[in-house]
């Protein structure tokens, strides 16, 4: 049972250029959102989190849009730069629940020159 | 400042082995969490420990475990080595009294089962 879906496994977007990434959860327990970014032969890296008293949450050039109604979250990159190349992971937690994190399978996004 | 630490960075263990995967946390942290990522997966959460004991598991069977130690450092143990327990083990780690959402994470110990 997949609770946390990232239903696009890749995404290629130029340089300058907006990219979005997409996350989808099911679990209506769920009431914080994180997004990680992981290079190849790294530990995935912190980006941006959001709680779900909030719609919209912005660091730079990342900004999380949460739709509750819908249970979708999108991370906007803008501009995007060619060392955003790397795979995305959506993940969400639950207030209380300890720290546990129910992660999605990941998007690549490659941004090309 | 010294972030997570994993060791060994990769390993290769026979079907049957035992194999004992170490974490040090970022210093301040007192909390340590596993996962586990399997190849084109996302992590998955394997267990918690916090103040020396395991505050929650994953879906994980018993030949998984773990301890913390009193500097906070934690061990992940696997029994009876299976050929789908090759994957990637992740050690996380995260501020005191859990009151943040965001943990860092390690580099991982690539574990491959022949």
């Known amino acids: 049972d997949q609770q946390v879906k990232q239903n696009s496994p890749s995404l290629s977007v130029q340089e300058g250029r907006i990219s979005i990434l997409n996350c989808d959860y099911t679990?209506?327990?769920?009431?914080?959102f994180l997004w990680y970014k992981k290079y190849p032969a790294e530990g995935p890296t912190f980006l941006i989190s959001?709680?779900?008293?909030?719609d919209k949450n912005e660091d730079g050039r990342f900004t999380v849009f949460l739709n509750k109604s819908a249970k979708h979250l999108s991370l906007h990159i803008v501009p995007s730069q060619p060392g955003d190349s790397a795979v995305y992971f959506c993940?969400?937690?639950?207030?209380?629940?300890?720290?546990?994190?129910?992660f999605g399978t990941g998007t690549q996004l490659k941004v090309e020159l | 400042d010294a972030g997570v630490t994993q060791s060994p960075t990769h390993l290769i263990k026979t079907r049957g082995q035992q194999v004992t995967l170490r974490c040090s946390p970022k210093?301040?942290?007192?909390?340590v969490s596993w996962y586990q990522q399997a190849l084109g997966q996302g992590p998955q959460f394997i267990f918690q420990?916090?103040?020396?004991?395991?505050?929650q598991r994953g879906n994980f069977p018993d030949r998984f475990s773990g301890h913390q130690f009193p500097n906070y450092s934690s061990e992940l143990n696997v029994n009876a080595l299976l050929l789908g327990d090759s994957a990637l083990y992740l050690c996380?780690?995260?501020?005191?009294?859990?009151?943040?959402?965001?943990?860092?994470f390690g580099p991982g110990t690539r574990l491959t089962v022949t």
């Open positions: 993940a969400a937690g639950v207030t209380g629940g300890g720290n546990k994190l129910t």
């Open positions: 679990n209506s327990m769920f009431d914080y």
């Open positions: 210093s301040g942290h007192d909390t």
């Open positions: 959001i709680s779900s008293i909030k």
């Open positions: 420990y916090y103040e020396e004991e395991e505050r």
């Open positions: 996380a780690s995260s501020l005191p009294g859990q009151t943040t959402y965001e943990q860092y």
